[in-house]
């Protein structure tokens, strides 16, 4: 059973990644999937989610607007689309599996890094 979060990469102020999350060893069909993130020196901080149930979305302020979080069931991955980066969304970033009706995340992901410079 593993999450892999895959997509990081060095990106200039303003451009894009799409950050994809994997899982081998299990259905993502009964999970809601969550993005985090921990920048150097802070607290790993929520960024988005999506249901399993009707794949309703939510993202943290400090993203809304400029993220997007699908998911393809079929290739049992979920994705974060990162448009109009800034160098405060350096951080890594994790994604994690929460099973319907489970009140906390059963699996996390690596962490992929992403760095926002020019």
């Known amino acids: 059973v593993q999450l892999q979060a895959s997509g990081g990469g060095l990106v200039q102020p303003g451009g894009s990644l799409r950050l994809s999350c994997a899982a081998s060893?299990?259905?993502?069909?009964?999970?809601?999937i969550g993005w985090f993130r921990q920048a150097p020196g802070k607290e790993r901080e929520w960024v988005s989610y999506i249901s399993a149930s009707d794949g309703s979305t939510r993202y943290a302020d400090s993203v809304k607007g400029r993220f997007t979080i699908s998911r393809d069931n079929a290739m049992n991955t979920v994705y974060l689309r990162m448009n109009s980066l800034k160098p405060e969304d350096t951080a890594v970033y994790y994604c994690?599996?929460?099973?319907?009706?489970?009140?906390?995340?059963?699996?996390w992901g690596q962490g992929t890094l992403v760095t926002v410079s020019s």
């Open positions: 060893g299990f259905t993502l069909d009964y999970y809601a």
């Open positions: 994690a599996a929460r099973e319907i009706g489970s009140t906390q995340y059963d699996y």
